[in-house]
């Protein structure tokens, strides 16, 4: 059973950087094809994608946002990590972390966590 | 970037009513399109990708169509767990998504 759940602060201050870790179980990202995404949605928006890490450390991002984010595999083999520079209100959103099913199909998804940008 | 318009935005139906959603790209993405389910408070579900192809576990009730500019999310027979808000997503260009239709009980 492939579970992923999101961690990080849930208010972060506008400029400061955010850093939210998927700690996902049910599938190893050392097997091949596998991937993890990251994905959030503003209040009243619609989803956006935002990256992906593959099992071979191959990493894509979002060509609009690709100057803030960098993704990682975490020091624990079961983590994906997500940092975003210079935060500001309109980042405000829920966060989302996703299995790969094929190309940028997401089959099993986190419930995400809400990060508020404010002062 | 693709833009993916979904109508209606809100969809009343009664339970065992058919509920038709309709998403459409603003270029042809050929079948390059998924459908979610997401409720609150909960992780989205991938219902259909490519258009028509069912996810794994799919109830049959279930199904996808189209191609191109214009696709359709079809659920034949509305059980109670269906209500939700759904949304499709192209991915032949990046991927972006729709607004979402909330399907809600009448």
């Known amino acids: 059973q492939i579970t992923l759940k999101e961690s990080g602060p849930t208010v972060i201050k506008p400029t400061q950087t955010l850093t939210l870790t998927c700690t996902f179980s049910g599938f190893s990202l050392s097997t091949s094809g596998v991937g993890v995404a990251w994905l959030r949605q503003p209040p009243g928006k619609a989803l956006e994608w935002l990256s992906l890490?593959?099992?071979?450390?191959?990493?894509l991002y979002s060509p609009s946002l690709k100057s803030r984010l960098t993704i990682t595999k975490g020091t624990s083999k079961d983590q994906v990590v997500l940092t975003m520079t210079n935060m500001d209100p309109v980042d405000t959103a829920t966060y989302y972390c996703a299995h790969r099913f094929d190309d940028l199909i997401f089959d099993h998804w986190g419930q995400g966590t809400l990060v508020t940008v404010s002062s | 970037d693709i833009v993916l318009t979904q109508s209606p935005a809100t969809l009343s139906l009664s339970p065992g009513e058919r509920a038709t959603l309709s998403c459409r790209a603003s270029?042809?993405?050929?079948?390059?399109l998924a459908w979610y389910q997401h409720k609150p408070g909960q992780a989205p579900r991938l219902l259909v990708y490519?258009?028509?192809k069912r996810a794994p576990g799919l109830p049959a009730r279930f199904s996808g169509s189209g191609s191109g500019t214009d696709f359709t999310l079809t659920i034949s027979s509305l059980q109670p767990e269906d209500f939700a808000v759904y949304y499709c997503?192209?991915?032949?260009?990046?991927?972006?998504f729709g607004q979402g239709t909330k399907l809600e009980i009448k």
């Open positions: 490519d258009a028509t």
């Open positions: 890490i593959y099992w071979d450390d191959d990493k």
């Open positions: 997503q192209q991915r032949s260009s990046w991927t972006t």
């Open positions: 270029q042809s993405i050929g079948t390059y």
